[in-house]
């Protein structure tokens, strides 16, 4: 059973960077041919799909938010990494790692982070 784990802080001042961790167990993020998202919902709205990194490495980002966004992996520790930059408070979501691409099978709780001075 493949399980994902959120962490990060869960509070950001704006024009910070967010930087959250998704941790990976029962399965490695290097298996063909599986892919890992980020995906976050802000208050009363629905899902966002944030990018994606692929076992190989590969990385696909969501258009709107390519230009702030930095997805990465640590294979040793079979984790991947969020960075979103310039963060301002409509950036406050809860922020979920997945398995997949355009489907997702696996989930982590997500995460709440809120962006506040």
């Known amino acids: 059973q493949v399980q994902l784990q959120e962490s990060g802080p869960g509070l950001v001042k704006p024009s910070q960077t967010l930087s959250l961790t998704c941790t990976v167990s029962?399965?490695?993020?290097?298996?063909?041919?599986?892919?890992w998202s980020w995906i976050r919902q802000a208050p009363g709205k629905g899902l966002e799909w944030m990018g994606a990194?692929?076992?190989?490495?590969?990385?696909y980002d969501s258009p709107s938010l390519k230009s702030r966004t930095s997805i990465s992996r640590d294979t040793a520790k079979n984790q991947f990494t969020l960075q979103l930059s310039s963060v301002t408070p409509e950036d406050t979501a809860v922020y979920y790692c997945?398995?997949?691409?355009?489907?997702?099978?696996?989930w982590g709780k997500g995460t709440l982070v809120t962006v506040s001075s």
């Open positions: 990194i692929a076992y190989s490495g590969s990385l």
């Open positions: 029962g399965g490695s993020i290097t298996t063909n041919y599986y892919y």
């Open positions: 997945a398995r997949g691409h355009y489907a997702l099978d696996y």
